[in-house]
């Protein structure tokens, strides 16, 4: 660190989809919340403010990635898939030495601009090219992750300082990725001022946005981009018969608000049809309606239960979304998950019909507390890492080892019991083997003691034999000396 000059954080920003935006976002207003007097905090959109015109058009390639994952089905999964055939980490080197090799390098050199003390990641690509600065250029930089999803996935560089989970689920993965002992954290979510600062009422929210307050209100979206079943579910809710109004925020797909837009004045009169493009309150829009559908992105499912709104998850296009469906709705009950337009109207009318289904459902909402703000857990950390590592790393070591250890014993249990398992299945065949052997050591027992008593009649009668044989001879001899002694 240079003398006379703050400890200095750089905060980096990329989009690919808005998660890894807003999750940066609340660790940076936490971060000057809570010590923006003591250190200097750098905010940049890495790739997009370069001079270098090849991140720029990465960051485009990164966008239409993400578009992509929406609009074809089984890209996400090919693309995934393709992350393991060597490895995942070795996957990651290879192909960001290799194919992105001139981002990779351009990247690295935008962080040799800012010479920071923290590099705060939210993304791989990010995160990979801070350890690659790390390594090569300023060893006593700590680069820190957050991971915005709900599962880990193998592109996570498991090289980095620390990386900071948000569910048991994504702290095993890590785990499971070999990062190092001290190396993983499990936090609560990150949440950004435009959520934490929307505490108004419903009926405050619905009057902001012009929604009815006496009607049942659903707002559907995809993502910022808007790319994967909004058009369908819309057209399909179009149809009910029960009092309804439809939000469909469409993001930055300003072709898709147009299209609604033209259909506004032909909907059913027990219909109120209002379109949105990109909003950066969004949130208060969920908070506004009583239901939110959309695809399993995972900030905009976090934003929506934080809000107190339940989900309606309609289609996941990556096993990152699977992972946040199975979390926020197989898990914590947060709401449902049907992919037929069909079957989703059927789902809705019956929430329209049946509000006491919908009170249960939130309910379930109020573990999410947004005062509870993981970006403040992170941002202390962070300030451990600038001001008592030491320490930090002891503490760190501490609760890795309580959760290595945790897992080794569950581990542990679960081979405890299979070993049990094939000791009683050895202890039964062993005991047929000995019932067996037995029998067989009996048997030849038996003849042996049968050969015993055998021999030793026939030495018996031998010695016998010879006995009386010498007996006979001696009282033959006697015999014949007596009657010569009487002839004399």
């Not at 992105?100 to 690509?125: G, L, M, W």
Request: with cysteine.
């Amino acid at each position: 660190m240079e003398n006379n000059r703050k400890p200095r954080i750089l905060i980096t920003y990329i989009e690919a989809g808005m998660g890894h935006i807003v999750s940066a976002q609340a660790i940076a207003e936490a971060l000057k919340s809570k010590y923006g007097d003591k250190t200097e905090i750098i905010e940049s959109h890495i790739l997009r403010d370069s001079d270098n015109p090849i991140l720029p058009k990465y960051e485009e390639f990164l966008v239409r990635n993400t578009q992509w994952y929406s609009k074809f089905p089984a890209y996400g999964d090919i693309q995934f898939a393709s992350m393991h055939i060597i490895g995942a980490q070795n996957s990651l080197k290879f192909v960001h030495k290799s194919v992105f090799s001139k981002q990779t390098r351009a990247t690295i050199e935008e962080y040799a601009k800012y010479n920071p003390d923290v590099i705060v990641c939210t993304h791989y690509f990010l995160l990979f090219a801070a350890v690659e600065y790390k390594r090569k250029y300023n060893h006593n930089v700590s680069v820190v992750a957050y991971c915005p999803d709900n599962n880990v996935h193998g592109w996570w560089d498991n090289r980095a300082d620390c990386i900071y989970t948000n569910n048991p689920l994504a702290t095993k993965q890590a785990y499971e990725l070999k990062f190092k002992n001290g190396h993983v954290r499990e936090a609560f979510y990150p949440t950004r001022n435009d959520v934490i600062e929307a505490n108004e009422s419903k009926e405050f929210y619905r009057k902001k946005f012009g929604i009815p307050l006496d009607k049942f209100a659903v707002v559907i979206a995809d993502g910022v981009y808007a790319k994967a079943k909004v058009k369908k579910v819309c057209t399909e809710l179009l149809k009910t018969d029960v009092p309804i109004t439809i939000c469909v925020l469409a993001g930055k797909n300003t072709k898709l608000k147009e299209k609604f837009d033209a259909l506004k004045a032909n909907v059913k009169p027990n219909i109120t049809l209002l379109t949105f493009g990109f909003l950066k309150d969004a949130p208060q829009l969920y908070g506004a309606c009583d239901l939110f559908i959309t695809k399993a992105g995972p900030n905009a499912v976090l934003d929506s239960v934080m809000m107190g709104t339940p989900i309606l998850i309609d289609y996941c296009a990556s096993p990152i979304e699977r992972a946040t469906k199975k979390l926020f709705v197989e898990h914590m009950f947060c709401g449902y998950h049907f992919v037929n337009p069909r079957r989703i109207r059927k789902q809705v009318e019956t929430l329209v019909n049946r509000p006491e289904l919908l009170r249960e459902l939130k309910d379930a909402l109020s573990f999410f507390d947004k005062s509870k703000n993981g970006a403040d857990e992170i941002a202390d950390d962070i300030a451990e890492i600038l001001w008592n590592r030491r320490e930090r790393k002891i503490k760190l070591l501490k609760e890795e080892e309580d959760a290595i250890n945790e897992l080794i014993a569950e581990k542990a249990d679960k081979k405890l019991a299979k070993a049990e398992e094939k000791i009683e299945k050895l202890n039964e065949a062993a005991a047929k083997r000995a019932e067996k052997i037995n029998a067989r050591a009996n048997e030849q027992a038996m003849k042996i003691n049968e050969k015993a008593e055998k021999a030793a009649k026939r030495v018996y009668d031998e010695k016998a034999f010879r006995y009386a044989a010498k007996a006979a001879a001696q009282k033959s001899e006697k015999t014949s000396t007596d009657s010569e002694e009487n002839a004399s």
